[in-house]
């Protein structure tokens, strides 16, 4: 049955350093490389060399800009990368929709999985999903997601030091953190309640076991807006117009003609 | 969301056929012998269409049986399995009343029920959304329910019934219509929300995460032209709801009356049935700066 487990023994999870991403896509890469040469079906690509290639990766980087209030809308931005993959949600409504059990949350470590063999692409799971974690895949139509690279991380032959998702190992900044969030002496416990970490869409309920570190504040370089102080110079200072008026106006229009 | 032909197909066609047949279960219109079969067999044949249309919207059809086993849990497989009990309860109740003119009134009701959960669980496939805000309302069973209700009344040639339930449903279309409009700002969900970078400020997409599009923006960005949406709503509410009850109290008795008011709520319907997946937001546009 697609109900969710009460409860997890473990609580395995990202936490996104948004703070220390540079947003390189290498994660991306990896994530796409390890996803389509091991467990499950490949994630694949259509139309890789034509005019409208589309294809399916389980994690994505976006770029926002977050302008501060009350600074006009010139003020400096603060330009932060955003990597974006499946949360593992400990209510995660596209496991409870799966009309055939395909979709699941693991009860020893609270991984969220798709048992390909038993999902029927109908999409309703990427519809519940409030993230976009999941994406069907083009050739072999089944639900592709993170699978939190559940094909590494117990893997005994394979190095001790690559049992961890291939976004963590492969990430040049260590903005990514991988450990259990259930147990509060983790390190990425730790490093969640030092930097404050938090939820994305926490309004949607979903209760989710990814956390993201905020960036730490810029320094604030827009002069602050002074009031009432008489400047005498600045009217003489003021840029002339940038577009020629008068006679240099009629003389460039003129010129343009010819 | 993307209005896909097969899931408008499904949800208009299965709705009207399960509302035909919870009308005939409940024994309106009480018709025996080969009446009763030709109206089973409208009942069913739309019920069926509906069903099979929406295999073809998955991936792997072959293994639609296994929908059948996550009833405790998941809308759309209860659906699947009261689609089936209800055509099935009401087998029995429809051969008796073509071969020998008997009506098995208790079999008759319990279909009734059962066709009638079915269209409410179609309902609460989308109605349990979150993530679509539009979606997620009372009103979007309700609006499911008198579809199917009225559109059932009119082929089950319920006339006063019909007219009635048509005007309910007009009301209750504008009332989805009016309060979904505002339902994504009241979700509460923005970009500043999604990516939790509201502590800085206002937040706005720089650079999408790829250059092409995904499954993701197919499936669930799809944006409606504010005029287009007008007009198809015009369209909807007025073939849809106002013009059936109008012939169906204007014109006489009759097939040919009854044909042209279900003509024009067909085009009512399925411009409604557009609508509602195409007007639908969903949350995960706000990281690709859309709604």
Not at chain 1, 41 to 64: K, Q, T
Not at chain 2, 50 to 58: C, E, I, N, P, V
Not at chain 2, 70 to 77: A, G
């Amino acid at each position: 049955m697609t109900d969710l487990p009460d409860a997890t023994a473990k609580k395995l999870g990202l936490v996104i350093d948004l703070d220390t991403c540079v947003g390189c896509h290498a994660c991306v890469i990896s994530c796409k490389e390890w996803n389509t040469a091991n467990y499950g079906a490949p994630l694949a690509d259509v139309d890789a060399y034509g005019a409208a290639p589309v294809g399916s990766f389980l994690n994505r980087i976006h770029s926002f800009e977050a302008t501060p209030e009350g600074r006009g809308p010139d003020a400096p931005a603060a330009v932060v990368h955003f990597p974006k993959s499946c949360l593992h949600c400990e209510d995660a409504p596209c496991v409870t929709v799966c009309p055939t059990g395909a979709s699941y949350k693991r009860v020893e470590d609270g991984i969220v999985l798709v048992n390909e063999s038993d999902c029927i692409g109908c999409g309703l799971c990427a519809w519940a999903c409030p993230y976009g974690a999941r994406e069907m895949d083009g050739v072999e139509k089944v639900m592709k997601k993170c699978t939190l690279c559940v094909d590494r991380i117990y893997n005994e032959h394979i190095p001790e030091e690559d049992r961890v998702p291939a976004c963590v190992r492969t990430c040049p900044a260590g903005a990514r953190h991988f450990g259990d969030l259930g147990d509060p002496e983790s390190q990425v416990s730790r490093l969640v309640a030092e930097r404050g970490g938090f939820d994305l869409m926490p309004e949607q309920g979903t209760k989710p076991v990814n956390k993201y570190l905020p960036p730490r504040p810029k320094a604030d370089l827009a002069p602050p807006p002074e009031a009432g102080e008489i400047d005498v110079l600045g009217p003489l200072l003021a840029p002339v117009a940038e577009e020629p008026r008068g006679f240099l106006g009629w003389l460039d229009r003129a010129l343009e003609k010819l | 969301m993307h209005p896909a032909p097969s899931l408008i197909f499904f949800t208009a066609l299965s709705g009207l056929g399960f509302g035909l047949l919870a009308w005939l279960g409940l024994g309106y219109p009480g018709v025996t012998s080969w009446t009763a079969f030709a109206f089973f067999a409208l009942g069913y044949g739309l019920a069926g269409a509906g069903l099979l249309a929406s295999t073809f919207h998955l991936g792997h059809p072959e293994r639609a049986l296994k929908a059948f086993t996550q009833w405790r849990s998941s809308w759309l497989s209860r659906e699947a399995v009261l689609s089936v009990a209800a055509l099935v309860v009401l087998a029995p109740y429809a051969l008796w009343l073509w071969l020998f003119e008997t009506r098995l009134a208790a079999l008759g009701v319990a279909g009734a029920v059962l066709a009638a959960a079915t269209v409410f669980s179609t309902s609460m496939i989308y109605a349990q959304l979150r993530t679509v805000p539009r979606w997620h309302h009372w009103t979007t069973p309700a609006l499911f329910l008198l579809y199917a209700a009225a559109g059932g009344a009119l082929l089950a040639a319920q006339i006063v019934a019909a007219a009635l339930l048509f005007v309910a449903l007009a009301g209750v279309q504008i009332l989805h219509w009016q309060t979904g409009d505002r339902r994504f700002r009241q979700s509460g969900s923005t970009p500043e929300t999604a990516t939790g970078l509201g502590r800085i400020g206002r937040v706005r997409l720089l650079e999408p995460p790829h250059t092409g599009t995904n499954y993701l923006l197919r499936e669930m960005v799809h944006q409606v032209g504010r005029r287009h949406a007008q007009r198809l709503r015009m369209i909807a509410l007025v073939a849809g709801g106002l013009a059936p009850a109008l012939l169906l109290i204007a014109l006489p008795a009759g097939h040919a009356g009854a044909a042209l008011a279900v003509l024009v709520h067909l085009v009512g319907l399925f411009a409604a049935r557009w609508l509602f997946f195409a007007e639908a937001e969903h949350v995960v546009g706000l990281y690709y700066g859309r709604r």
